[in-house]
């Protein structure tokens, strides 16, 4: 399943403010690790999902590398879902969407140490490898969580090893499935529980 994200440019500009660096294997590079938001209690009750990858959003370019890094993050994004539970679903019975696009963008970052043209500043370019995970619900249309993982690139490889680990750390908030359902069962059986004291010995 394959939807553009054009409709949701408002979207890209929030999570240029949540991003997290940084996605592939490169000496320097270092992967640092943020999300839109730190209440993951809107992710209760949706324990299926269904798959759906996105074009790449708007500024940034769809790559045969990308393509690579979405391989890789659908491989570990149904790995640590369902190791917390949640089930893969058919679309029309899922509750929870999992949206998921990657790109390359091309980023001009001051360099204090480079050379400065005249009437110019000293900036570096530099391209940047970018998965963007977003939890939606399916009947609604909103987000309920999201993520992105961004690290400047200087070769086409991809290490799985790194794509995994920006895919774990976006979605290491993400409570059990198991323990969704035992945090909202305990109110109904309360009452019967306080019911029951009295012939207790």
Known sequence: MTTN???QGALIAALSLVSLS????????RTEVRTSSADVS????HSTYVHETVAAPAGYSATERSALV?????TSVDAILQGKGY???PADSALMIVRVAAGVKVVHRSSPGGNIRAGGDATETDDVSTLIIDLVDRKSGEILYNGV????????KVDPKVVANAVGRILNPIPN??????TTQPAASAAPAASA????P
């Open 5 to 7: 994200w054009k409709a």
């Open 22 to 29: 940084n996605l592939a294997a490169c000496g320097g590079s």
């Open 42 to 45: 809107h992710v209760v009750g």
């Open 70 to 74: 979405l391989q890789e993050a659908w």
């Open 87 to 89: 089930t893969l679903a």
């Open 149 to 156: 993982a961004e690290r400047d690139i200087h070769t086409n």
């Open 177 to 182: 499935a198991q323990a969704v359902a035992a």
């Open 197 to 200: 004291l009295p012939s207790s």
